[in-house]
């Protein structure tokens, strides 16, 4: 051996080439959103944030929120193929004193990543002490209660059609929805979907929010998930600001072929982060010339975080991002994927 470049290097050094040009076509076709097409969804997704401040102001004045706002990849231009969907942040003020929060792994459910909030002091501020009672379920609060408050308000009293004839947009609550999601046509073709995601910001500054456990069995019922979205989104930000990088190109193509592909839809915007970030500890070439080559490796790791059925989170090792997928659905996936391996541009047809 040892004879210098090979017939075989060069079919592979042109293979990589191939793909690391249709990796940018990708990209600019298929996974890059219009600008102005951001925009116009942005836009209405602030209108109806706008309404409902009015709307739960008026309606409910002592219920005890922080303002709401509006999150999620549309706003971090992270959003891939269509602008199509944004979370409406309600944060929920507890009072300190009577609620604390007890980490999933010191529970009976051992789930790192969720958390239970339980009431405290209930001897000397009896129910009723704090708004939040009215979703207290077994001593305590229960995310899925206080989606069904929300869910009574946004469903049952307001008045969609008389608000989104004012905007020129057709509304409706998407019924039935595991989490509370809002329909809004505001143009011809394009549909917005807006979730509401109550949210609790604990004194350590862990952020719970009102998403179920996927494989939610009754015993779940009361887990609140933690969420490292601002973090780990931040994170990588961070690291291609430092050197120029592309690893949210990377992510954003990532997220694409998942999104177009039926096989990897239970591949999700954290999961990729993550397995990114995680690569990026190991790997330090992210310059754009590398796209083809580390997006060529995240598919490895994923196969191998598959294997061992266990994708640990970047900024809390203890919590897997794998943990609410069926041990079949891990198989599939993970085969979908070694499977890509050898024929990585099969992914981009669409
Ligand atoms: P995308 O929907 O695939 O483009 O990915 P996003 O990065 O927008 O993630 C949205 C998903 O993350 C939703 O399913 C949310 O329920 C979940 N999520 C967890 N934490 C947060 C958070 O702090 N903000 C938002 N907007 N979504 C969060």
């Given at each position: 051996g040892g004879s210098g470049t090979t017939q075989s290097d060069l079919l592979r050094a042109r293979m990589r080439l191939s793909l690391q040009e249709h990796l940018w076509e990708f990209y600019q076709n298929n996974v890059n959103i219009p600008a102005e097409e951001q925009a116009m969804a942005r836009r209405a997704a602030l209108d109806i944030c706008a309404e409902l401040r009015v709307f739960l102001h008026a309606k409910l004045p002592d219920m005890p929120l922080r303002e709401m706002y509006l999150s999620g990849s549309l706003y971090d231009d992270l959003q891939v193929v269509t602008a199509d969907h944004a979370q409406l942040m309600v944060p929920l003020i507890l009072e300190k004193n009577l609620w604390s929060s007890i980490p999933g792994e010191d529970t009976i459910m051992n789930v790192?990543?969720?958390c239970l909030v339980r009431r405290e002091n209930l001897e000397y501020f009896p129910r009723k002490s704090s708004y939040w009672d009215r979703c207290m379920v077994g001593g305590y609060l229960s995310p899925k209660s206080v989606l069904e408050v929300f869910d009574k308000l946004v469903a049952g009293s307001i008045n969609w059609p008389a608000i989104g004839s004012v905007l020129d947009y057709v509304i409706r609550p998407v019924v039935p929805s595991e989490t509370l999601t809002l329909e809004v046509q505001y143009e011809t073709h394009r549909k917005l979907y807006v979730d509401f995601l109550p949210l609790l910001v604990m004194e350590d500054g862990t952020s719970l929010i009102?998403?179920?456990?996927?494989?939610?069995?009754?015993?779940?019922?009361?887990?609140?998930?933690?969420?490292?979205?601002?973090?780990e989104t931040a994170r990588l930000r961070a690291?291609?600001?430092?050197d120029g990088g592309c690893r949210c190109t990377c992510l954003k193509v990532a997220k694409a072929v998942c999104k177009l592909n039926p096989a990897l839809s239970r591949i999700n915007a954290s999961q990729l982060t993550n397995a990114i970030l995680l690569?990026?500890?190991?790997?330090?070439d992210w310059t754009e010339e590398a796209l083809a080559d580390r997006f060529l490796q995240l598919l490895r790791e994923l196969v191998g975080h598959l294997e061992a059925g266990r994708l640990p989170c970047a900024l809390s090792p203890k919590v897997n991002l794998f943990c609410e997928l069926t041990d079949q659905e891990v198989d599939e996936l993970g085969y979908t994927l070694y499977c890509a391996l050898s024929d990585p541009e099969g992914l981009l047809r669409t």
């Open positions: 790192p990543g969720f009102a998403k179920p456990h996927r494989l939610a069995a009754e015993r779940h019922e009361n887990l609140w998930r933690q969420s490292f979205r601002v973090a690291l291609d600001q430092e690569l990026s500890g190991k790997e330090g």
